[in-house]
């Protein structure tokens, strides 16, 4: 769209002016001396996402990381303010949850003195009421675009009440074993501001979350202001400001310039450079995948020693290591690193381009063959996906498989992906996964899913996960999904390349930021001095 190239010619612009000149804007210092209390983020994404709960997600897991959750709460969260553990799921809108004898109810006890930020009371009502509008088409207030985006983390929902006015009970097909986990996604609006407001809610978004609307110039600029009365106490931040900036050379310019006091996603090229002028680079392992998947119905990928052979010819630790500078791990099989799916024994693949050979001549492809993949330009999770893809495409080339490369912009991409389609009739797809919604190990490999775009089948992996739906107990339904790893990597459904380490770039001004194993992020401890 034209503003789109109007904004990117704009910030190329500064980013040669900043890189080539050493020019730095005089008006961004002096905002920054007159704002000390305000973050300036500069994301992936090439929009900034929408405001409306469930679709904070159209930029990917980036627009639920700083939209959604500033914005909203679920009756869960994740613990994001430790760096060591995993995050596991803690009470946010409800103090405490349990299973009902049945095994087909959990009952949530609400927080008691939560207001939305319009002044609306939080209660049992408020709940119901946005259940309706992800689940119910009879309600007014249903909405279909929002309920499509909440599907992943309602499928397993066949009914809801209130108990009373600080208890909900949610019923369930069958045993649901992840809800209070799929439900941190699920945000909890103002039932006041969406009956005001209806279709145009996502222009005046009213939440619980730690900050509220103030402004947006679309494919610009969000402004949110603290919430001072955020349950959990107001954020030590006076304003959040997020821009989307996909280029990382632009992002860098934008963060030397002091336009942004935080970047995600830094190219690795300059990660030296910024750690010896005083910035904190970040990184962290949290669940994340970057894979190619393959559309195993096609010749010659539906032969399972062409699959393997792919895994076998990519130098991943090269790869990681040296142009990656150690911003992402090897992914030797399906789980990530940070999954508690992950189990070492489950490590498959190893660079063993002879390996990769013989399997090639074994299913008939002695001199290899050619193929296709699209991949996105930029994007949540999608680290350098440019240069990454292009160094797997080098790997490949050496054992006689010569790839066509087709980039796509990210949000054309999801929107793709979510409909089932490998965009551009690509022979595969590379995009960023994450398995820390649970639902997505059924999305992903359950034959038959529409999400399951490489179209992947395995009756021992659908029992599995049919059996991960009944285990209440997350450790043990962990080493359900360990299981399906296993399978998987050896099936060689996907090409499994790298594990993100989330890198980001902080000013010396940002001060109490934990970086948690996580997509997310907790943002009412930050400040900017």
């Given at each position: 769209m034209p503003y789109k190239h109007a904004i990117r010619i704009a910030i190329s612009l500064l980013a040669f002016?900043?890189?080539?000149?050493?020019?730095?804007?005089?008006?961004?210092?002096?905002?920054?001396?007159?704002?000390?209390?305000?973050?300036?983020?500069?994301?992936?994404?090439?929009?900034?996402?929408?405001?409306?709960?469930?679709?904070?997600?159209?930029?990917?897991?980036?627009?639920?990381?700083?939209?959604?959750?500033?914005?909203?709460?679920?009756?869960?969260?994740?613990?994001?303010?430790?760096?060591?553990?995993?995050?596991?799921?803690?009470?946010?809108?409800?103090?405490?949850?349990?299973?009902?004898?049945?095994?087909?109810?959990?009952?949530?006890?609400?927080?008691?003195?939560?207001?939305?930020?319009?002044?609306?009371?939080?209660?049992?009502?408020?709940?119901?009421?946005?259940?309706?509008?992800?689940?119910?088409?009879?309600?007014?207030?249903?909405?279909?675009?929002?309920?499509?985006?909440?599907?992943?983390?309602?499928?397993?929902?066949?009914?809801?009440?209130?108990?009373?006015?600080?208890?909900?009970?949610?019923?369930?097909?069958?045993?649901?074993?992840?809800?209070?986990?799929?439900?941190?996604?699920?945000?909890?609006?103002?039932?006041?501001?969406?009956?005001?407001?209806?279709?145009?809610?996502?222009?005046?978004?009213?939440?619980?979350?730690?900050?509220?609307?103030?402004?947006?110039?679309?494919?610009?600029?969000?402004?949110?202001?603290?919430?001072?009365?955020?349950?959990?106490?107001?954020?030590?931040?006076?304003?959040?400001?997020?821009?989307?900036?996909?280029?990382?050379?632009?992002?860098?310019?934008?963060?030397?310039?002091?336009?942004?006091?935080?970047?995600e996603a830094p190219n690795p090229d300059d990660i030296k450079w910024l750690a010896s002028n005083g910035y904190d680079v970040l990184t962290n392992s949290y669940d994340h995948v970057w894979p190619w998947i393959f559309d195993v119905r096609k010749k010659p990928l539906s032969d399972v020693r062409v699959r393997q052979a792919l895994n076998f010819a990519i130098n991943r630790n090269s790869i990681a290591n040296h142009l990656l500078a150690s911003t992402a791990d090897p992914a030797d099989q399906v789980a990530p690193r940070a999954s508690l799916a992950y189990h070492g024994s489950n490590d498959f693949y190893d660079y063993d381009p002879a390996k990769a050979r013989r399997l090639l001549a074994e299913a008939g492809y002695p001199n290899g063959f050619s193929m296709s993949v699209s991949y996105p330009t930029s994007g949540s999770g999608n680290m350098q996906p440019g240069s990454m893809n292009q160094a797997m495409q080098a790997d490949l080339a050496r054992i006689g498989v010569h790839v066509n490369l087709k980039p796509i912009e990210w949000a054309a991409m999801l929107t793709s992906f979510s409909s089932g389609r490998i965009p551009d009739e690509a022979d595969a797809i590379n995009i960023s996964l994450t398995f820390i919604q649970e639902a997505f190990w059924n999305l992903l490999f359950a034959t038959g899913s529409p999400t399951n775009i490489g179209r992947y089948s395995n009756p021992d992996v659908d029992a599995l996960l049919a059996k991960s739906a009944t285990v209440v107990d997350p450790g043990a339904r962990s080493a359900v999904y360990a299981q399906v790893s296993g399978l998987l990597t050896r099936d060689a459904a996907w090409l499994t390349a790298f594990n993100d380490r989330n890198p980001r770039v902080l000013s010396p001004a940002v001060r109490g930021f934990i970086q948690p194993k996580s997509w997310f992020v907790d943002l009412t401890t930050v400040s900017v001095v």
């Open positions: 002016c900043v890189v080539a000149t050493g020019c730095e804007s005089q008006d961004a210092h002096h905002a920054a001396a007159e704002h000390p209390g305000t973050l300036r983020i500069a994301m992936t994404a090439s929009d900034i996402p929408s405001l409306d709960t469930s679709l904070t997600g159209n930029q990917g897991y980036e627009g639920s990381r700083f939209v959604g959750n500033s914005l909203y709460e679920g009756l869960t969260r994740y613990d994001l303010l430790q760096s060591s553990k995993i995050p596991g799921v803690v009470s946010s809108l409800a103090e405490s949850w349990e299973l009902a004898p049945s095994g087909t109810q959990w009952i949530f006890h609400l927080r008691n003195g939560v207001h939305f930020t319009d002044g609306t009371p939080f209660n049992a009502d408020a709940v119901i009421f946005n259940l309706d509008r992800y689940l119910n088409p009879r309600a007014p207030q249903y909405n279909v675009s929002v309920a499509g985006r909440a599907a992943l983390s309602l499928a397993g929902v066949s009914g809801y009440h209130a108990v009373d006015e600080q208890t909900v009970a949610i019923d369930t097909k069958g045993v649901y074993s992840h809800l209070p986990e799929d439900l941190t996604m699920v945000y909890i609006a103002s039932p006041t501001a969406i009956t005001k407001w209806g279709a145009a809610f996502g222009s005046h978004p009213v939440g619980t979350g730690p900050f509220v609307f103030d402004s947006m110039r679309r494919g610009q600029q969000l402004i949110l202001r603290a919430n001072p009365n955020y349950w959990r106490g107001a954020p030590k931040l006076q304003k959040l400001v997020l821009i989307p900036v996909p280029d990382a050379s632009s992002r860098l310019a934008a963060i030397r310039s002091h336009s942004v006091d935080w970047a």
